[in-house]
C-alpha cells in the first residue's frame, strides 16, 4: 500500500550500504574528483560509469540544496554530478551528466585499468546510434516520466505516463534484437552494460523502491523485462553505488508530497518545463 502522510524526513547526506563502502575506497585525491550526492540519480549514472570503466576517481559528496561554492565554481547552477579535473592547471570542470558519461567513455583508453566500454566499436556507427536512440528515449521520456508520477495529485495518469515510457524503451531494445544486436546491452542476456542502460538504470532503481513505496508501484509484467531490470540492478558497477532503502524513501519523501521548492527539477516539473 503506498504512504500517504507526510512524515518531514529529510534528504540524506551519506552514503550507506554497498555505496558507503565504494565512497570510502574512493576518497583520496585523484585525478578527477565526482562532485555527487547520495540520493540523486544524474550523480549515481556517472558514478556507475566511473565504477564500469574502471577510471581512478575521488568521490566528494556534497549538499547540492546548500550549493557551496566549491560546486558553484564546477557547476554554474549549483547542480550536481559535476567533475573537477586536476590533471589540467589550472584545473578544469565538467557538469550535466550526459556531458560527463561521454567525456568518461571519451577519456577510458587513456585512462582506465580495464577494456570496457558502454558503447558498440567505433567501426559499427549504427550500433552506436541505436545505444543513443534508446538514452535519447530514457532522457526524453523515462526521466521526466518519474518525476510526474512520483509527484502527481493523479496517480493514475502519472503511472500510465511511466508506464508509456517504459514501454517506449522496450521498444527500442525490441528494435536493436530484432536487428541483431544482441550484445550490447542487458536487455539479452548475454549482452553487455551499455550507455543506455546506464541512463536507465537509477529510475528503474527508484521505481522497485520510491515509487513501491509511496505510490504502490509494480514494474509491467514480462518475463524479459523483468530479467532485464534484475540484471541491470544487479550488475556489479550499479550495486556498488546503491545505498540501502531507507536513504531513497527518507530523501524522496520530498518529492512525493510535492513539498515547495523541492529542487529544480521539482519545480521543472510542476511548471511543465524542461528539465535543468
Not at 96 to 111: A, C, G, P, W
Not at 137 to 151: E, K, T
Request: proline share 6%.
Amino acid at each position: 500500500m503506498a504512504t500517504k502522510q507526510d512524515t518531514g524526513r529529510s534528504y540524506h547526506l551519506r552514503c550507506t550500504g554497498e555505496a558507503l563502502a565504494t565512497a570510502q575506497g574512493h576518497s583520496q585525491p585523484e585525478k578527477i574528483t565526482l562532485f555527487g550526492s547520495c540520493f540523486c540519480p544524474f550523480v549515481q549514472r556517472v558514478w556507475v560509469t566511473l565504477e564500469h570503466l574502471g577510471i581512478d576517481y575521488m568521490y566528494y559528496e556534497v549538499d547540492p540544496y546548500k550549493k557551496p561554492a566549491e560546486l558553484l565554481e564546477l557547476s554554474p547552477k549549483g547542480l550536481v554530478p559535476a567533475l573537477r579535473l586536476d590533471n589540467f592547471d589550472p584545473p578544469r570542470a565538467l557538469n550535466e551528466s550526459t556531458v560527463i558519461m561521454d567525456f568518461l567513455e571519451d577519456n577510458t583508453k587513456r585512462s582506465s585499468h580495464t577494456t570496457e566500454s558502454l558503447f558498440p566499436p567505433v567501426s559499427d556507427p549504427y550500433a552506436r546510434a541505436l545505444i543513443r536512440l534508446q538514452a535519447d528515449s530514457v532522457n526524453r521520456s523515462l526521466v521526466p516520466a518519474f518525476y510526474r508520477y512520483l509527484q502527481a495529485q493523479d496517480e493514475i495518469e502519472g503511472a500510465k505516463g511511466f508506464v508509456d515510457a517504459i514501454e517506449g524503451l522496450v521498444t527500442l531494445f525490441q528494435r536493436a534484437e530484432r536487428e541483431g544486436y544482441t550484445q550490447y546491452g542487458l536487455w539479452h542476456e548475454r549482452g553487455s552494460l551499455s550507455y543506455a542502460d546506464v541512463m536507465a538504470a537509477p529510475w528503474l532503481f527508484r521505481a522497485t523502491n520510491v515509487l513501491k513505496h509511496y505510490r504502490g508501484f509494480v514494474l509491467p509484467e514480462g518475463m524479459q523485462f523483468r530479467a532485464y531490470v534484475d540484471r541491470v540492478l544487479k550488475h556489479p558497477a550499479f550495486k556498488r553505488t546503491c545505498s540501502t532503502e531507507e536513504l531513497y524513501l527518507d530523501s524522496y519523501e520530498r518529492y512525493a508530497f510535492n513539498r515547495p521548492n523541492t529542487s529544480q527539477v521539482a519545480n521543472a516539473i510542476n511548471a511543465g518545463t524542461a528539465l535543468p
